[in-house]
Nanobody, 122 residues
Framework: QVSLVESGGGLVQAGGSLRLSCAAS????????MGWFRQAPGKQREFVAA????????TYADSVKGRFTISRDNAKNTVYLQINSLKPEDTAVYYC???????????????WGQGTQVTVSS
């Protein structure tokens, strides 16, 4: 069982930056791949980024490549999402998730956090 808690969201102007954190409970955090997803009002939840258990393998949605960076610290049971050059279209609730492998598919992830709101003003 893994419990996930996101933090770091907020209101930021376009062009600004945020670092989201996802703290995990449980001793098995380092065995899970971790993903970040987001959901804007009226839209489906979409994949943002994912990282494998060791941190050596990452993948990103095309819409965030070059602006977002996912990383993890297994000693701290935490995964991060550094978001730079924010755009109004990045406004969404951001969720972290834990699963058996790196994938863009939401159905593969077993555990989800409650989300953190990111709002980007123009």
């Amino acid at each position: 069982q893994v419990s996930l808690v996101e933090s770091g969201g907020g209101l930021v102007q376009a062009g600004g930056s945020l670092r989201l954190s996802c703290a995990a409970s449980g001793r098995t955090f380092s065995t899970y791949a971790m993903g970040w997803f987001r959901q804007a009002p009226g839209k489906q939840r979409e994949f943002v980024a994912a990282i494998n258990w060791s941190g050596e393998d990452t993948t990103y949605a095309d819409s965030v490549k070059g602006r977002f960076t996912i990383s993890r610290d297994n000693a701290k049971n935490t995964v991060y999402l550094q978001i730079n050059s924010l755009k109004p279209e990045d406004t969404a609730v951001y969720y972290c998730a834990a699963g058996p492998r790196v994938t863009v598919r939401t159905s593969v992830y077993d555990y989800w956090g409650q989300g953190t709101q990111v709002t980007v003003s123009s």
